[in-house]
């Protein structure tokens, strides 16, 4: 009881810092999940982050009784993490998440905790590490001895380079980092403002307290072929719509193909539905009419009426090429990514296919995104995207996180594979000049649209509260 009391107390007096903590955590593990916390102590963190299941190891056994009295709901277990099996653990596993938060650098084998850990994981479980930065460790063992820090035993010299390095050899992928928190200590209008917005600059990220870092397993068994859904929203693309049937390539285990037609002033939906009655192939076709607006309406549409577990989002316009689809499901598929963005940026184009401006446009975005997801993107405006579609459904359930006023849809896409740490590849493509009508994007308004998301994004994913 003394330790725990003694925990408390040293809370208290740090109560910045460990708001700081359960609010980093809270915006990468969404609520409702199966979670089990390394090293609990009092079962705070892991309570804050809301889980349907919540279990804390917890090797201190007056600590773990206090934890297991302080959150009921949860369970807590006392043993060592060297020591975790499913056995020990019951029918709570596997977990969605796993966290380590400050407790990686007293273990005694830190490979050895991260490679036991592969028995309690599935192909989706995300682990969520945090730790201190070594550069403040001379203050923190100042405040040690002046009472403002609980002692701590021996610790290891662990940084984010040393850290990823383990879970390469443990068998886990790297998919993001970053760090927060330059004052751990509450002074008014200073601390708010250094640890919201200071501490994401260049140069500054480096001095945060916190490191932070989300991985997923690699070693786990791969799934069999999916079943794939591929929606084609259409918008005076008559021309096209023959064309995009007779070169999409079987898909998966099975291929659903549906068109979402939206207010066209050609003849569209005529053709659309000449070819639906007409085909006799091994696709199975589906014609949708949209009574929204846009083309993100139009997408979400095509995606409630899919039955394949891969949803697949493939212009009409055709300039991203339908042959170049497998890829993208292969990626899926065989784990390399969880959400497939296509790439236009790589291979040459022609001018007419994509003007100097337009592609200036792209590069600008993908950089500034790229940096607000802390994940690889090159071309943010590709319209060929793959994501499983249980994937999607949780992406939908938290889309008011972001707001719905995205009208491309490929923004709401993107930041919510981000926010639910899914792992983002992008497959190259070459783009083609369109072979029939012209583009319906409106540069100047829309590039204004674009700018808005990147705000919304900045303050969400990277200058957060």
């Known amino acids: 009881m003394a330790q725990s009391l003694s925990l408390e107390r040293f809370q208290r007096r740090n109560s910045t810092y460990y708001a700081d903590l359960r609010r980093l955590h809270q915006q990468l593990i969404a609520p409702g999940q199966r979670v089990l916390e390394i090293g609990c102590r009092l079962g705070d963190l892991l309570a804050a982050t809301a889980p349907a299941h919540g279990v804390g190891i917890e090797p201190d056994a007056q600590m773990a009784a206090a934890a297991q009295a302080r959150h009921p709901g949860l369970r807590i277990v006392c043993a060592a993490p060297e020591a ?57 063992k100042a405040a040690e001895a002046l009472g403002q820090r609980r002692p701590q035993p021996p610790e290891s010299w662990l940084t984010p380079g040393d850290v990823t390095n383990l879970l390469d050899l443990a068998g886990w992928e790297l998919l993001k980092a970053g760090q927060r928190c330059l004052l751990p200590r509450r002074l008014p ?79 569209t939906w005529g053709q659309i539905e000449q070819v639906c009655s007409a085909y006799q192939g ?26 394949g577990e891969v949803l697949v989002i493939l212009d009409a316009d055709l300039t991203v090429r339908p042959e170049d689809l497998p890829r993208f499901i292969s990626a899926l598929a065989e784990g390399r990514g969880e959400f497939v963005n296509g790439c236009r940026l790589v291979y040459p184009r ?23 997801l802390r994940q690889r993107i090159k071309d943010t405006l590709c319209g060929t995207k793959v994501i499983w579609k249980a994937d999607y459904e949780r992406l939908k359930a938290g889309r008011a ?30 783009y083609q000049e ?7 994007i409106a540069h100047v308004k829309e590039g204004l649209i674009l700018a808005k998301m990147c705000l919304v994004a900045a303050t969400k994913l990277r200058f957060t509260p």
């Open 282 to 307: 091994p696709l199975q076709l589906k014609a949708l009419r949209q009574t929204g607006k846009g083309k993100a309406d139009a997408v979400w549409l095509g995606f409630e009426a899919a039955t």
């Open 84 to 140: 975790l099996t499913p056995e020990l653990l019951g029918d709570f596993q596997p977990f969605d998440v796993i966290v380590l938060s400050n407790s990686l650098n007293t273990l005694a084998d830190v490979q050895a905790v991260l490679e036991g850990l592969e028995p309690l994981c599935h192909g989706r479980t995300r682990l969520v590490i945090s730790f201190h930065n070594w550069l403040w460790q001379p203050l923190l």
């Open 434 to 440: 369109r072979s029939y009508g012209t583009s319906n």
């Open 401 to 430: 996180f972001f707001g719905d006023f995205d009208p491309f849809g490929d923004f709401d896409l993107l930041f919510g594979a981000s926010k639910l740490n899914l792992k983002i590849v992008e497959v190259p493509v070459r």
């Open 189 to 267: 209008l200073l601390t708010g403002l250094a640890n919201r917005w200071l501490s994401q600059l260049p140069v500054l990220s480096q001095l945060g307290l916190t490191h932070w870092l989300v991985a997923r397993p690699t070693r786990l068994a791969k799934p069999p072929l999916p079943s794939v859904s591929v929606v084609i929203p259409a918008r005076n693309e008559a021309g096209n719509i023959a064309a995009a049937i007779e070169r999409l390539p079987l898909l998966g285990r099975s291929t659903e193909v549906i068109f979402v037609e939206g207010h066209s002033s050609d003849n």
């Open 350 to 372: 022609s001018h007419a296919a994509m003007p100097p401006l337009n592609t200036a446009a792209n590069r600008f975005f993908a950089a500034v995104f790229a940096w607000l």
